[in-house]
């Protein structure tokens, strides 16, 4: 069985207390290269960069 997950946009969702269906290629946030929103990419990138700086000092 595929687990087949709906992305949720982040954009869409705040502050509304309901998870809004990502609308993927119609959205200018959308990365088609990496299927994925252009927030989610800018947070874990954040995270990844937040956790080499910790480990370097």
């Known amino acids: ?3 087949k997950v ?3 946009c982040p954009l ?3 502050g509304t207390g309901i998870d809004m269906v ?3 290629s119609q ?3 959308y990365v088609p290269s ?3 929103c252009a927030m989610y990419l800018m947070g874990y ?4 960069d937040a956790n ?6």
């Open 6 to 8: 709906i992305p949720k």
């Open 27 to 29: 959205c200018a946030w």
């Open 45 to 48: 990138n954040a995270l990844l």
């Open 12 to 14: 869409m969702s705040v």
């Open 52 to 57: 080499q700086k910790q480990k370097t000092k």
């Open 1 to 3: 069985m595929i687990d």
């Open 34 to 36: 990496v299927k994925k």
């Open 22 to 24: 990502c609308s993927q």
